[in-house]
């Protein structure tokens, strides 16, 4: 059940004229009271041909009257609306379990709470099986004004109440870090002008897309504006930024001016102070042996950056920062990935941003290695071999369950529900990732005796998988990966171990393809195995040997003879 309340200035007689109308498209049909204030003693005008609409909103209106005629400052913002709508799949409620609904959600709201004899006049209009609109005018029989603040949340409480005791569709409740949904102006407007999308929508996904390349606000704000973005930036006497408003080419008011948006009404983790709290998060100088250090690829280095993600969850200012940065490494990806899979990664980092934002304030530095593996891939001038683009996508994908995972625990079901989301679009990614890969393994399969030998190894190693992995369609693929690491000198056993104990196996879909791109990744940097490398030393020290040793052949030195000598 979903409840939006509407403030519509003071036009008591409009709204319901709209109300007891047929509607925009003759949707409404037999328009009537089933509740109202305590006081209610006007006939229905849906009911009774006697009854008006004008006689109605002129009774709603007295409390409004008496007060704006005793005192100098008149009301003027006093109609207050609240559409309260069933889902398509709810029962029918009748009448009176609807007028019982709207007494609910008036108490919640602050316009009629239960008791009050001098609260606010109301009434509730049905006009559809599915939904009632509550109307209020928004001054009491005593001539003070209801205590509305945060209204919306106290009836979004008494919804979520009202769906467990009516049997009806249950849905989450908020917590206050959702975008705003768009209006009806917004969504008509955009319509109007062949926008897919309303300007809010718009501007979400481009400064979203922005904050990987910006290690400052100030950078943000530049290249938001070089992206063909109106941008007006708030500043001090000192010229520092204090704030910024947004807004889209095209957008203009009546007056033919740019319509700007301020970045907290664009989505709430847009503010200057959490732009500025997460892009400072990401720049804390690196000693000179990490840089060296570091892998040769950005994407090599962003999987190496997500390899701890589990254990940073611990702490839950440090698990909202790492989530909060997996969402910038998660569209730093979609940016540069290749064609094919860019629909699919795109799709995820949009469903992922709500899972970036929780009631819990990130201690953004603690997620600085991911933030600046997601910088690094935005500025990098080479794309990723397919190798390390699947073990990247694979990671993430990992990465994003766990999130999902924290945010069940914690109770944040819009949250865990986007995460969700995300991980439909980041499996077919990484699918598609690792398909070219598996083709190359899959047609240089292992003889039978060295294959018998491999899956010996992994049920050493992981004994509690290996029926899963063995009978895995991928597993001649992992069988070849294994065969050609054992070939180079590596351990099977040591490298599914190690493999293994970065993500637990049992709730994988495909155990080996999961092996195959932590393999891929990981034994790039292992050591070999001692005994194979100890071999190869003493070879190539003996070849070495033999080349310094061996006697050079003997050649004299051309011999000059006289013309009587020769033969």
């Keep these: 059940m979903i409840a939006a309340i509407k403030p519509s200035g003071a036009n008591t007689r409009g709204l319901l004229a709209y109300l007891y109308g047929p509607g925009r498209h003759d949707e409404h049909t037999d328009p009537h009271i089933v509740a109202g204030f305590v006081m209610l003693a006007m006939p229905d005008p849906g009911r009774d041909e006697n009854a008006t609409l004008t006689q109605l909103a002129r009774y709603l209106d007295e409390p409004v009257r008496l007060r704006n005629s005793e005192f100098g400052k008149k009301v003027t913002d006093h109609v207050w609306h609240c559409p309260v709508r069933a889902a398509p799949e709810d029962r029918h409620l009748s009448d009176a379990e609807w007028g019982e609904i ?31 609109h509550i109307l209020a005018t928004t001054v009491r029989e005593d001539g003070r004004r209801p205590k509305l603040h945060d209204s919306g949340i106290r ?51 481009r400064i979203r897309a922005a904050i990987p390349h910006a290690r400052t606000a100030e950078e943000l704000l530049a290249y938001l504006e070089a992206d063909g973005i109106a941008v007006k930036a708030r500043r001090g006497p000192s010229g520092d930024l204090l704030g910024y408003a947004a807004g889209r080419p095209g957008d203009l008011n009546k007056d033919g001016e740019q319509i700007f948006h301020p970045g907290g009404k664009i989505a709430p983790d847009f503010t200057l102070p959490k732009l500025q709290s997460r892009l400072e998060a990401g720049q804390p100088e690196e000693h000179p042996t990490a840089r060296r250090n570091r892998p040769a690829t950005p994407w090599h280095h962003a999987t190496e950056a997500l390899d701890s993600f589990r254990t940073d969850l611990a702490d839950d200012t440090h698990a909202q920062a790492h ?33 970036q934002r929780s009631q819990i304030r990130a201690e953004d530095r603690a997620a600085h290695a991911i933030r600046n593996a997601a910088r690094d891939i935005v500025h990098s001038a080479t794309g990723p071999d397919g190798s390390a683009l699947a073990a990247l996508i694979a990671a993430l994908l990992w990465a994003g369950i766990t999130a999902n995972r924290w945010h069940e625990a914690k109770g944040h079901a819009h949250q865990a529900d986007a995460a969700r989301k995300a991980l439909h679009h980041l499996q077919a990614a990484a699918d598609h990732a690792l398909t070219p890969t598996l083709v190359l393994l899959e047609q240089r ?21 290996a029926d899963r992995i063995l009978t895995d369609p991928s597993w001649p693929a992992l069988a070849s990966l294994l065969a050609d690491a054992e070939a180079r000198g ?40 001692p005994r194979a490398e100890a071999a190869r030393r003493r070879t190539t020290a003996a070849i070495a040997h033999r080349q310094v040793s061996a006697p050079r052949p003997v050649t004299s030195p051309p011999i000059n003879r006289l013309p009587w000598q020769s033969r």
């Excluded at 009629?112 to 109301?122: I, Q, S, V």
């Excluded at 569209?331 to 709500?354: I, M, V, Y």
Aim: hydrophobic share 40%; aromatic share 2%; glycine share 4%.
């Design 490 to 529: 590596h351990q099977p056993h040591r490298l599914l171990k190690e493999a293994a104990a970065q993500r637990e196996l049992a709730t994988a879909r495909q155990p080996a393809r999961v092996l195959i791109t932590r393999l891929q990744h990981t034994s790039r940097n292992l050591a070999l195995n």
């Design 155 to 205: 009836v979004g409480d008494a919804c979520r109440q009202i769906e467990k005791d009516y049997g009806l569709r249950r849905l989450k409740k908020g917590d206050r870090t959702g975008t705003r949904a768009p209006t009806q102006a917004e969504m008509h407007k955009a319509q109007r002008l062949g926008w897919e999308q309303t300007s809010r929508e718009w501007l979400q996904d």
């Design 323 to 355: 989530i909060t940065a997996l969402g910038e490494l998660l569209e730093a990806t979609a940016q540069n990935a290749p064609t094919h899979l860019r629909t699919e990664l795109q799709a995820a980092s949009k469903a992922f941003a709500r899972a």
């Design 102 to 132: 709207a007494q609910r959600i008036v108490a919640a709201a602050g316009i009629a709470p239960e008791g009050d004899d001098l609260a606010c006049r109301w009434i509730a209009v049905r006009h559809a099986d599915d939904h009632i």
């Design 445 to 465: 399969q292992p003889k039978a005796d060295v294959s018998r030998t491999l899956a010996h190894d992994v049920r050493a190693a992981v004994p509690d998988q």
